[in-house]
């Protein structure tokens, strides 16, 4: 496992830079925590969002005595998530992620980190590239979890154990004695990715001949490739395609549109939400075929999530959101 990580750091030009580990005493952060330590400089992070009660207390307790156990410098709020969202209005997972990566980013700039290193594994990206399949997706979601990608400004997420298995992981801490905490909403069966990671994930793996899981994740870097070569692709035809903006309305030029096959099409409509900052998460296929219907005809208005309107006028396509 030492040798996967050193491999990755290397592979991506980051090795001997600063890295702040986020820490939730689970298996896998612990683990990289205690490999990282030994190749650079690095400082933990630990954000107690209270979802648990004691147990998240036991949780920052834990990732306390362990950061001081292999002297490293820890970082650590308290954050009361399930009211943030409450307020908000949020999804209470989507808001809880949402508030720790930006929490990790600010910590990281902060004092002087541009990295932060998360320990998701090719157990992980297994996982997640079955969710996204299971519940239809494109390349966008065949990519799975990204090996580094921007946080913010001058701040990138990187994943450096993509490439090892929770079993390496496992034996690992054994071998160096390291304990670690178990989390239990991880065996509640009420949530999807607990499904998939303990019952359909290793029914897959007995049941089908070869290795499921290393397929999993080859796709999912073969998938990134895909993705680049079309977002270049269609980077160049929404240059083409867009027209000056009418205030905050965007203006596109229908029959450039039109000449983009469906799965390039919607590739294009992400890359505007992406730029514009519109929430993407409740942006679905059926959604992307709407708007691809609304390409043939002259008139008409598509209401999409979180405010988000496209209308269609002629020559142009006009999509802006308004205040929710």
Known sequence: MPDAVQDFLDREGLSGRPILVAVSGGPDSTALLDVLR?????????????????????????VTSLCQRLGVTLHVERRNVAEEAAR??????????????????????RHGISLVATGHTLNDQAETVLFHVLRGTGLRGLRGIAARRNLAEGVEVIRPMLRVRRSEVLAYLQKRGLPYREDSSNRDPRFTR???????????????PGDPVAALGRLAEESRQLLRDQQKRVEA???????????E?????????????????????????????WPRGRLSQRHVQSLTRLLDRTEGTVHLPDGVVARRRGAVLQLFRRTV
Request: proline share 4%; aromatic share 8%.
């Open 38 to 62: 030994e190749i650079g400089p690095v400082a933990a992070a630990h954000l107690n969002h209270q979802l648990r009660g004691a147990e998240s207390d036991a949780d920052e307790q834990f």
């Open 88 to 109: 908000s209005h949020r999804n209470l997972e989507a808001h809880a992620r949402s508030v720790r990566y930006q929490w990790l980013a600010e910590t990281a700039r």
């Open 194 to 208: 607990t499904w998939l990671r303990h019952e359909l994930l290793p029914f897959v793996e007995r049941g089908f």
């Open 237 to 247: 035809c929404l240059a083409k395609a867009e027209k000056p903006r009418a205030g």
């Open 249 to 277: 309305v965007i203006v596109l030029d229908v029959a450039e549109l039109k000449q983009l096959t469906p799965t390039d099409l919607g590739e294009l409509f992400c890359q505007i939400w992406d730029r514009e900052h």
